[in-house]
């Protein structure tokens, strides 16, 4: 399975752009890239995804690299609330159209008031 | 529209036991997938179901299987529990298995 790599830990303050790098070099041509967070007490919840282009939605933008390997999730404006694990995943496609989320170990980010 | 309900949120068992897990997936959803949550090795992909039949599986020992039902409910079972399956049990829902996934917030096994 494609493996992706993220800081341990990552820390900004409220208001300030956080840009949360992540690393996949064994990336395949079919694999999405998906952004999902972990508040504390909480399951993961989704974010972003995308495949080659950059995207955007009301949560986050994600930067996909030409090469796809790598990519940077954007937060524009963070908030306390935004304080949690951030996980970079690549949705591998195997056998039978089915999908699973191979998990990285997650960047904890932590925002200063 | 409610979410992912999973139950029990806790539970404790002692080793040699069994327990089974339940997740009741968004209406409508009909690929269910399971993950396991510890500190030592993080999330990790269990299996996923989808109109009652598994379509994929991770690398756990058999002791861990699971199933889906008619309405797509879930339910994973663990046999012959050992201390190592203390965990955090995570139940995701999909409607086609390709898209966005949408967890419970887990049910916590501690085993003695």
């Known amino acids: 399975d494609a493996k992706t790599t993220q800081p341990n830990s990552m820390e900004s303050n409220e208001e300030e752009p956080v840009h949360l790098p992540c690393n996949h070099s064994?990336?395949?041509?079919?694999?999405?890239i998906h952004w999902y967070r972990q508040l504390p007490s909480q399951g993961p919840e989704y974010v972003i995804h995308?495949?080659?282009s950059n995207v955007n939605n009301r949560m986050a933008s994600l930067a996909i690299a030409e090469d796809r390997k790598s990519s940077t999730l954007i937060l524009h404006r963070a908030t306390l609330r935004d304080a949690a694990v951030y996980y970079c995943?690549?949705?591998?496609?195997?056998?039978?159209?089915?999908?699973?989320?191979?998990f990285g170990q997650g960047t904890r980010l932590t925002i200063n008031p | 529209k409610a979410g992912v309900t999973q139950t029990p949120r806790y539970l404790i068992k002692t080793r040699g036991q069994q327990v089974t897990l339940s997740c009741s997936p968004i209406?409508?959803?009909?690929?269910v997938s399971w993950y396991q949550q510890t500190p030592g090795q993080g999330l990790q992909f269990l299996f996923e179901y989808f109109s009652e039949t598994q379509r994929n599986k991770g690398n756990f020992p058999g002791r861990f299987s699971g199933r889906q039902f008619s309405n797509s409910r879930s339910e994973m079972n663990v046999s012959t529990l050992e201390l190592g399956d203390s965990a955090l049990y995570l139940c995701?829902?999909?409607?086609?298995?390709?898209?966005?996934?949408?967890f419970g917030e887990g049910s916590r096994l501690t085993v003695l």
């Open positions: 995943i690549l949705k591998t496609r195997a056998i039978q159209g089915a999908q699973k989320l191979v």
């Open positions: 995308g495949l080659t």
């Open positions: 064994t990336i395949s041509g079919t694999d999405y």
């Open positions: 995701a829902s999909s409607a086609s298995g390709t898209g966005e996934l949408f």
């Open positions: 209406s409508g959803h009909r690929s």
